[in-house]
Nanobody, 117 residues
Framework: QVQLVESGGGLVPAGGSLRLSCAVSGSLFVSDTMGWYRQVPGKQRELVASTSRSGTTDYADSVKGRFTISRDNAKNTVYLQMNSLRPEDTAVYYC???????????WGQGSQVTVSS
């Protein structure tokens, strides 16, 4: 059974930093795309950042230059370093992994990130 366990959320003042981690376990297949979405109550889930197995990255315009996604394939873990946080970054952040071999996606449990003004 594939499980994604997130850690690193919390409360931080504006301008601060947080690092989210998401460890994948129980998978027999290579993790292809890994990434992070976020969701605010009443709004659609928004893609924040993603990274391919080869390391190609993609970011939402709103976080470019402030957030950095990275992955450790040996540990099957994806990270999101968030700097210069703003109140509008407040959301629940979800990690995901796409396993192309079985055409499946799996999601983490969600981590609350709250940025105070």
């Amino acid at each position: 059974q594939v499980q994604l366990v997130e850690s690193g959320g919390g409360l931080v003042p504006a301008g601060g930093s947080l690092r989210l981690s998401c460890a994948v376990s129980g998978s027999l297949f290579v993790s292809d795309t890994m990434g992070w979405y976020r969701q605010v109550p009443g709004k659609q889930r928004e893609l924040v950042a993603s990274t391919s197995r080869s390391g190609t990255t993609d970011y939402a315009d709103s976080v470019k230059g402030r957030f950095t996604i990275s992955r450790d394939n040996a540990k099957n873990t994806v990270y999101l370093q968030m700097n210069s946080l703003r109140p509008e970054d407040t959301a629940v952040y979800y990690c995901y992994v796409r396993l192309a071999a079985i055409r499946s996606e799996y999601w983490g449990q969600g981590s609350q990130v709250t940025v105070s003004s």
